[in-house]
């Protein structure tokens, strides 16, 4: 039995310094998830705390044959998916950029011009998330930050492994569309430039 295995069994049985291992394990990606879904730190802090909350209080709903990251990540996404459609608004005015993803990342990225490219770079991908629906861009965060594979993204979401194949070349093609529209054109790598 591992670790984790075991803080979840003391955890069941009410152990809540158990619990805050588990919390001290996962509250980085827990946090990263939420942040890239509202784009905002001080909600990603709140959705954090509130998705380990709901873990705390669903801990007898967890089924050990499935990964206990899926479970919780799932928990966490559900409830920003819940927010942003409270909200009833795109997310358009990003205060706070997204962190890079390591595709941006350059190595020759020391001096002022390739930090400001890289800078613009992060702005346009951040303003095209938030152009995308709730479930595509959840679909789209999933796969490409967090590299969870389809089989997980689809447990998270509740769905089938085709539906989110199909979300996520939706998704593609809408932020192909989107940045045609706002003037970017494709470079010969395939990635959008302006």
């Given at each position: 039995m591992n670790e984790e295995q075991v803080w979840l069994d003391q955890a069941r049985?009410?152990?809540?310094a158990a619990f805050g291992?588990?919390?001290e394990a996962y509250q980085r990606p827990v946090y990263n998830l939420a942040y890239r879904m509202l784009s905002n730190s001080g909600e990603a802090?709140?959705?954090a705390q509130e998705a380990f909350i709901r873990a705390y209080t669903r801990l007898d709903s967890y089924n050990p044959n499935h990964k206990f990251s899926t479970w919780l990540l799932s928990i966490t996404s559900n409830y920003c998916i819940d927010l942003i459609r409270k909200r009833r608004a795109v997310l358009l005015n990003?205060?706070?950029p997204l962190p890079p993803h390591p595709a941006l990342m350059s190595?020759?990225?020391s001096g002022p011009e390739p930090q400001l490219v890289q800078s613009q770079q992060e702005d346009m991908v951040q303003r095209l998330l938030a152009e995308l629906a709730p479930e595509y861009r959840e679909a789209v965060v999933l796969r490409y930050w967090h590299e969870l594979s389809y089989d997980e993204i689809a447990e998270m979401m509740d769905t089938t492994v085709s539906a989110i194949k199909?979300?996520?070349f939706r998704a593609?093609?809408?932020l192909a569309e989107i940045g045609?529209?706002?003037g970017m054109h494709l470079e010969s790598d395939g990635a959008l430039a302006s």
């Open positions: 049985r009410g152990d809540k291992k588990i919390i802090e709140e959705a990003i205060d706070e190595e020759k990225s199909s979300r996520l593609r093609k809408q045609v529209a706002a």
